[in-house]
C-alpha cells in the first residue's frame, strides 16, 4: 500500500497525547457514536458485542495514541481501523469457538439469538446494505451512514482512498438496482 504522508498533530491531538481528559473527552464525542453505530452495522449474531469491540478500540487508541500523527479527523479513521482490526480478531475467535463445539456436540442443536437490532432501527435499510458484497457494505456504510469521507474510510477499511470511491460508486449502483432506483444523471 505505500507510506502515508506524516500529518502534524493539531491541537487536540496534542492536549490528548498529554494525557487530557478533557481533549479525550472531545475525541470521544467526535467519534464513539458513530463507531459503535458502524460496529453494530458490522456485528453478526453469536459474535462480539459491537459495544465490547468499541471499548477495546478506545482501549488500544488510548495505549497507541503516540504512535498517532494527525488531525482529529484522521483519528476517526485510524480509530475505526483498530475497530476493524479487532472485530476481525473476534470474528476469527468466533468462528474457531464453533468449530469446536460442532466437534465436540455434532450431533447437539445449536440455536444462536437473532442480533438485537440496536442503532440502525430501519430493517430496509439493513436489508439493502445486506444485499451488498461485505467490502462494498462497509464502504457504504462509513461513507453514507457514518458520513466519513473517503481518506477516514480508507483508514478504517485498511483500503486507499480509490479504492473507497470504486466501492462506494459500485456498492451505490447495486443499491439502485437493488432498491429499483433510477440512476443520477451525473
Known sequence: MGTRPVRADDELVTAAKRGDAAAWRELYR??????????EARSTPGGEAPDDLAAAAWLVAAERIADFS??????????????RKHAANASR????????????????TRTVAPAETGILAD????????????????????????????????????????????????????????????????
Open 30 to 39: 467526535a467519534h464513539a457514536g458513530r463507531l459503535l453505530l458502524w460496529l
Open 70 to 83: 494527525g488531525s482529529s479527523s484522521d483519528f476517526g479513521g485510524w480509530l475505526f481501523g483498530i475497530a
Open 93 to 108: 475467535r468466533t468462528a474457531t469457538r464453533v468449530r469446536g463445539l460442532d466437534v465436540l456436540a455434532a450431533d447437539a
Open 123 to 186: 430493517e430496509w435499510v439493513r436489508q439493502a446494505l445486506a444485499a451488498l458484497p461485505p467490502r462494498e457494505r462497509d464502504v457504504i456504510a462509513c461513507t453514507e451512514v457514518l458520513d466519513l469521507d473517503a481518506s477516514a474510510t480508507a483508514a478504517a477499511l485498511g483500503m486507499t482512498a480509490v479504492a473507497v470511491r470504486v466501492a462506494r460508486h459500485r456498492g451505490l449502483k447495486r443499491l439502485r438496482a437493488h432498491l429499483g432506483t433510477p440512476p443520477d444523471p451525473a
